[in-house]
């Protein structure tokens, strides 16, 4: 076994984009219907 394979790291890395790729899915989402859902919310309290 010259070439040691470092799976490791390779596996942390993969988390990581996972990680980030869901974060700006959800932040695009929230950039999206975040006032939507802000007028909703204003709507029900006025109502209220």
């Known amino acids: 076994m010259l070439f040691y394979p470092r799976e490791k790291g390779q596996g942390m890395v993969e988390y990581a984009l996972i990680l980030v790729l869901v974060a700006v ?12 859902v802000g007028n909703m919310f204003s709507n029900v309290i006025h109502n209220l």
């Not at 899915?25 to 939507?36: D, E, H, M, N, S």
């Open 25 to 36: 899915v959800v932040i695009v989402i929230l950039a999206l219907f975040g006032p939507a």
